[in-house]
């Protein structure tokens, strides 16, 4: 008896923790959504927002600087303590995109407790001359201990702009694009283990 109220004053305390730590998130905001949160300067939403990051990165190397560009809202003093621990390559414009650099720009962000989405843009594989951008979702798991890592990665085959709306959706992920070949995700290999 005495064991189970340990692990009930355990799994008490973890909830607690977890729900001081904003786990229900939207980013960008979404019409009527007032339970969740929006602020991307939040040390939660900061910590998924570089693992997802250098997921993609990691995936596909870049060469040479590129420029982050993060969720509107977000202040300097988070491009400053982000942009270190994504390494010496990643920069950051206070003046919008520079052309003559690689972008890389975090979109949308979700959150649901333990698991999470991170929308990033980045230069389409061997098109980024032409200016080609393509839409990269990062499927995040929250783990106790450890903090946020990353599952898996999709590749959207759709316009940035179509896959964005197809992502807002939770009931897109599982209906509109089982018979839409188009604008389906091309998932990168299979899952990847936590990077913890």
Known sequence: MDMFRVLVAMIVIITAGLGGCSPYVNIPGQRGDTLATHNPNSKYIQQAIVVALKAVTMYRPVEGNYQVILPEGTDPATYALLLPQLGDQAMWSSDGMRQVQTVYEVKA???????????IVRPASGLAADGTQQ?????LKYYIPGGWGHTRLRVWKASVEDALRQTASP??????????????PQELGTTMPSSQ
Request: net charge negative; glycine share 6%.
């Open 109 to 119: 962000l979700r959150i649901r407790g333990a698991d999470g989405e991170v929308d």
């Open 135 to 139: 839409l990269v979702t990062v499927d």
């Open 171 to 184: 009931s897109a992920q599982t209906t509109i694009h089982e018979n839409d070949p188009a604008i389906y």
